[in-house]
């Protein structure tokens, strides 16, 4: 603590990210949910021609060639498309934009057990929130997503349980907020969930917000974004100008547009680590784990002859790490990336080695 | 104006950067303030050889490449030192962790003209600004700034006035507010002014803010820093993690470590700018311009023949952008950016063949 601190960085609680090994450092890492494979080669060549006379320049405020390459993907147009540094800063901008700030604000809906960043950016940014409670299955309580509030934020899949909702079911709680943002945060969409653009067309209400982060194995050069109707752009982009004018850089907005044009090599990206999960699922259930149906680059997994912070720990002394949280209701559960079909065996052969060494 | 924009978004005045020319345009672009020159050639080595399968993981949350060569560049310890997302991030996350905010907190003090961001941020973050008129010469009136306040937040050299405060006088002002951040943004410092690094030994609440974009070629990348006593970069971090915890991406990490460490090749490009700057204040005053005695990469100059409106608007027509502020006290000059010898002679041709035609 310090007296130079204002009222808000001495009350604030800040995200506590996964653990990021030293560079150099070798481990099995699966605990940050990034994508084990490299990204689209067209990224070497652009960065071998890149000319470096560029970077004495702002870059472009607007990422008009990232914004536009989203456009072509999603079937929208420009207009509806807002970058920024990574789809945290997006979340934050959106949170700061769209909801009511203030004790006497109303309060929005979120899960209670959810990306951790929510209740994070709802205290800095002052706005009141109401967590409710995922269901006993560990599935979005939809109905109670219904009743009237500020917004909503919602991340589809949901994080760490690796479950998502069908579009019935978010157009449901989109369609009972009329005059407020529902937010579905869909960093994980590329892993067989349905996306909720096909309902832009019908809710301005609607903000999605994305990541190439995990689906383009771009955790490293920061870019995530924001569908959404132009009013919804325009006032993320009225905070933006409040705060950073120029967020996303000129390497990776150039990055970034390759990336997003490169369709087939992410699908196939995807289908790799959607074909390695389902092996994954199969082979912890086979070993007495309880396992969430994952639409996701992750597993939410239940040993059940091990505490899960025992299993976290051993696992980390063998060089591979997983996430665990060490919260009510899902401190008996490990968030596992997947990874390579090699680090998955290696994870595997690890468990199989400590279980073996309980019995 | 959106029924779904908050309240902070509806009454939100964004900044306004200068004009950003589409890519491929033809212009000679001295209107925000970007080096002329091409950033160190070490960097053009690093793109051609750089791992993009680094880009699939997420990046050093804390930058430590990029602190550990500033720390050593600056002679202080990496613990006092903070990267963000170019420096406009860096000085929004500064307002937003060290300045009370609400109507009820003493208002920090800013100069009424300078860096035209200030008084966004303090919008943005509630944060009450007495602004404190500069003198009939555009010089900071110091004293006016050792009344007690919240804090203070001043540039040095200023903006857009080009004008630089000797050492002693930052000192007196940072010696006043024992008990609170005292914000010096040395965005232009590199061209012949004299750090308050020297200053930071003895105030523990003196806050440094800089960047790359101007002394090294690097506003594409955008990065920006912060210097200070280590409570208060831990001030920053906890604003930071609340916010997005992985704010500089792996390449401008790389990228800006490198120049930061080529500190002959920055030396030598400063050198050249301040050499095109003293030919260009000599060539304006012969012309009968208005020129404050430049610490930075630009000129504040005032037309004395012609209206600054109409020489910005006849430069433009010509391909050339400077920018011009229509504000009171200062929309009778210019702000015009030092580019090379060879973009300086044209300007003044423009401005020859402008001032020749009116006769």
Redesign the interface.
Known sequence: M????????RN??????GE?PK?GTRVI?LN?N??????SPL??EQ??R?D??????????QSEIVRKEFATCFGVSKENVFCG??S??VL?LSF??????GKDAAPILVPDISYSFYP??A??YDVPIKKIPLMADFSVDVDAFLQPAGGVAIANPNAPTSLALPLSEIERIVKAHP???VLVDEAYVAFGCESARALLPQY??LLIVGTL?KSH??????LGYAVGAP??I??L????????????????QR?GALAVSDVDWCQKNCSAIMTTRERSIATLRARGFEVLESKTNFLFAKPTTIAAETLYTKLREKGILVRYFNKPRINAFLRITIGTDEEMDKLFEAIDSIMGGMK
């Open positions: 310090s007296k130079f601190w204002n009222e808000k960085t604030i609680e800040p995200y506590v990210a990021q560079p890492k940050t990034e994508n084990p494979y490299a990204p990224i070497k960065l071998e890149f470096p006379e560029v970077l004495r320049l702002y870059p472009d405020p540094n990574g945290d800063e934050a700061e934009a769209f909801f009511e700030q994070v950016y205290k800095l005059d407020h943002v301005p209400n982060s194995s771009l955790a490293g050069i920061r009013e919804l325009d006032g982009c009225r905070i933006r100008d409040s705060f950073n004018s120029y967020p996303v850089d000129a390497v990776a990055i």
